[in-house]
């Protein structure tokens, strides 16, 4: 469930924070989310170190999702292991162009939405925003996450 929460707080992050490339040439299309779409969490990428954390969906159960409605507002879709009985968690949320904004235990999060296609949408957003949130859910790696200061990280989502 740590790691489910952790997902979500970084997927949070990843859409608020944005960083542009060295030569100002996009590359990626970005397109406004619709009224109401449904994301399922695919990764975490810790850009620097390029490490890759893939979503812990239940195993044997649908794809946790998150429902975005109207850019104001959203809610986390969550499967429990073993029964996949489905727990609804609303989350503060709010875009405006490619920037996100979310808060999650009493930390505002902004992030940056760097691609968004018909079949995926990468949030970036930086470490420094979210390192006493992945110490608090992490504790294995409070030791460490100094080390990623200043570094970004990507949450890639899948529409549904």
Known sequence: MKKISLFFILFGLLTIVSCSSDD?????????TPNVVEWIPKQIIVEAI??????????????????????????LFEHEQGT???TETEQA??????????T????????????????????QVSVNQISGLITLLYPEVADYIGLLANTNVKIILLKK
């Open 84 to 86: 996949c009985a489905i």
């Open 24 to 32: 100002g040439t996009p590359t990626n299309e970005v397109n406004p």
């Open 50 to 75: 390029n490490y890759q954390l893939d979503y812990p969906h239940a195993q044997g159960c649908p794809n946790d999702y998150i429902r975005i409605v109207n850019n104001n507002s959203a809610i």
């Open 104 to 123: 999650l235990f009493d930390t505002n999060i902004t992030g940056t939405v760097v691609t968004e296609n018909n079949t995926e949408m990468i949030i």
């Open 93 to 102: 949320w709010n875009r405006n162009g490619n920037q996100i904004s979310l």
